[in-house]
């Protein structure tokens, strides 16, 4: 079955990068997918981050769009998310996720990963 | 960008009531528009897209209505398990945007 698995540093220092890691089983990356990224402050609401399209070209939010990347590793089925110049604002649970074309909607999540800003 | 508004932030209502959770959009999206269940402490579940397709395995007291610019999520009687907040989402053109959300409570 479709599965997605975050992964990387749960404790980030303010002003270095934040790297995560999606590691997908069930289903190909290579495949006709979009691959994304969602955060969730604490106590807050969901953010979308960005997306990959399978094809390599990427979908960022504007409001992150200068410190992100989002990067596929097709020979291990993988994606991963950069984050750079972090602050204590970046604070959140970070979900990695799947989109179908054809739904349009976000139809898997990963389990999430809280990763912290903070000395 | 497109603004995603939800209403109202939160509600309590009884179990069997029918609720009612509206999102409207700043700009038209025709229906390009999704509604994600996420229940206390766990992973966002999607209900519904294209603005009215249940997603398989939803439960037929979900359902989504609306295009253009104003949408809403109803469910035909509120059952204990569906304490939880509601998001809608926008996808029609990056970025997909997501709504402030809608917590449910019951009374």
């Known amino acids: 079955q479709v599965q997605l698995q975050e992964s990387g540093p749960g404790l980030v220092k303010p002003s270095e990068t934040l790297s995560l890691t999606c590691a997908v089983s069930?289903?190909?990356?290579?495949?006709?997918?979009?691959s994304g990224w969602i955060r969730q402050p604490p106590g807050k609401g969901l953010e979308w981050i960005g997306s990959?399209?399978?094809?390599?070209?990427?979908y960022y939010n504007p409001s992150l769009k200068t410190r992100v990347t989002i990067s596929l590793d097709t020979s291990k089925n993988q994606f991963s998310l950069r984050l750079s110049s972090v602050t204590a604002a970046d604070t959140a649970v970070y979900y990695c996720?799947?989109?179908?074309?054809?739904?349009?909607?976000?139809?898997?999540w990963g389990q999430g990963i809280l990763v912290t800003v903070s000395s | 960008d497109i603004q995603m508004t939800q209403s109202p932030s939160s509600l309590s209502a009884s179990v069997g009531d029918r609720v009612t959770i509206t999102c409207r959009a700043s700009?038209?999206?025709?229906?390009?528009l999704a509604w994600y269940q996420q229940k206390p402490g766990k992973v966002p579940k999607l209900l519904i897209y294209?603005?009215?397709t249940l997603q398989s395995g939803v439960p037929s007291r979900f359902s989504g209505s609306g295009s253009g610019t104003d949408f809403t999520l109803t469910i035909s009687s509120l059952q204990p398990e569906d304490v939880a907040t509601y998001y809608c989402?926008?996808?029609?053109?990056?970025?997909?945007?997501f709504g402030q959300g809608t917590k449910v409570e019951i009374k």
């Open positions: 990959i399209w399978h094809s390599g070209s990427t």
């Open positions: 989402q926008k996808y029609n053109i990056s970025p997909w945007t």
């Open positions: 996720a799947r989109t179908p074309p054809g739904v349009g909607a976000t139809d898997y």
């Open positions: 700009q038209a999206i025709s229906n390009y």
């Open positions: 069930g289903y190909s990356i290579s495949n006709p997918y979009y």
């Open positions: 294209a603005a009215s």
